[in-house]
C-alpha cells in the first residue's frame, strides 16, 4: 500500500469515525432529554438563583458575579413562556403570602366566609411553595497552568421530601495560559486571552436556552403534569 493510499484511507476511517462519534453524541443527548419530559410537563414558572464556588484566593480564575447576575436576568427575562422568577423576588412574594395566610388563620375560625378566605390564600402560599427552582452552580478551580470552570444548571423540586430533580445539565469549560483550547462539549474554540467570566455567563445562558428548549418539547408531549 503506497503511502497516499494509506494517508486516503486513515483519513476516511477518521470521517467514519467523526460520523459515529456525534450520532452517538445526538443518540445520548435526545435521551437525555426525553427522560426529563415528563417532568417539565405542565410547569408554567421557575425560580432560579446562583451559587458560587470560585476560590476567591485565585484572582485570575475570579467571576465577576455583578457581570454574571445581570446577563443571566436578562436572558431569563427574554422567555415569553417559561417565567424565570429570581430568587429575591420569590422569597418576597412567599413571605407576604405566607403572611397573608397567617392572618386569616385567626379570622378562619370566627365564620364560614373567614374559613374560605383562609383556604384560598393557604392554597395560593402552597402552589407557590411548589414552583419549581433552578439553581446555576458556577465552579471555578485553579490547576498548575488553567482555569476550569464549570456550569451546573439543576431544576429541584424542593418543597418535597427528599428534593425530586426534574432537571440537569453540566458544562465544563478549560482555559489554558498559553494558545488556544477546545470546549469539551461542542468543540467551540476559545482563545486564552477571552475573559473568563464571559465565556461562563455564555454556559449559563446556553443552559438556560437549553431548559426552555426542553420544556417546550414537553407541552407538545401527552402525559401527566409535573407535580
Known amino acids: 500500500m503506497t503511502s497516499e493510499n494509506a494517508a486516503k484511507m486513515r483519513s476516511q476511517v477518521r470521517f467514519l469515525f467523526a460520523c459515529l462519534l456525534l450520532l452517538v453524541s445526538g443518540n445520548v443527548m435526545l435521551a437525555r432529554a426525553n427522560a426529563y419530559l415528563p417532568y417539565l410537563n405542565g410547569i408554567t414558572a421557575v425560580a432560579y438563583r446562583s451559587y458560587f464556588d470560585d476560590r476567591p484566593f485565585y484572582r485570575r480564575c475570579e467571576i465577576d458575579r455583578y457581570a454574571w447576575k445581570a446577563s443571566i436576568d436578562a436572558i431569563a427575562s427574554r422567555s415569553d413562556k417559561l417565567r424565570f422568577i429570581p430568587d429575591e423576588e420569590y422569597n418576597v412574594r412567599l413571605a407576604l403570602l405566607r403572611t397573608s395566610a397567617d392572618d386569616l388563620a385567626n379570622s378562619a375560625m370566627l365564620s364560614d366566609e373567614g374559613t374560605k378566605e383562609f383556604n384560598v390564600a393557604e392554597r395560593e402560599f402552597r402552589k407557590y411553595n411548589e414552583?419549581?427552582?433552578?439553581?446555576?452552580?458556577?465552579?471555578?478551580?485553579?490547576?498548575?497552568?488553567?482555569?476550569?470552570?464549570?456550569?451546573?444548571?439543576?431544576?429541584?423540586?424542593?418543597?418535597?421530601?427528599?428534593?425530586?430533580?426534574?432537571?440537569?445539565?453540566?458544562?465544563?469549560?478549560?482555559?489554558?495560559?498559553?494558545?488556544?483550547?477546545?470546549?469539551?462539549?461542542?468543540?467551540?474554540?476559545?482563545?486564552?486571552?477571552?475573559?473568563?467570566t464571559a465565556r461562563l455567563i455564555e454556559v449559563g445562558e446556553r443552559i438556560i436556552n437549553l431548559l426552555v428548549k426542553d420544556w417546550s418539547t414537553a407541552q407538545l408531549v401527552p402525559g401527566d403534569e409535573a407535580p
Do not use: A
Not at 439543576?154 to 426534574?166: A, N, Q
Open 131 to 196: 414552583m419549581p427552582k433552578l439553581i446555576l452552580s458556577v465552579i471555578s478551580i485553579k490547576m498548575t497552568n488553567e482555569c476550569i470552570g464549570r456550569v451546573i444548571g439543576t431544576l429541584e423540586l424542593t418543597s418535597v421530601t427528599p428534593v425530586k430533580r426534574l432537571w440537569r445539565e453540566d458544562r465544563v469549560i478549560p482555559e489554558r495560559r498559553q494558545g488556544t483550547v477546545t470546549r469539551i462539549e461542542d468543540n467551540d474554540v476559545w482563545n486564552s486571552k477571552q475573559n473568563y
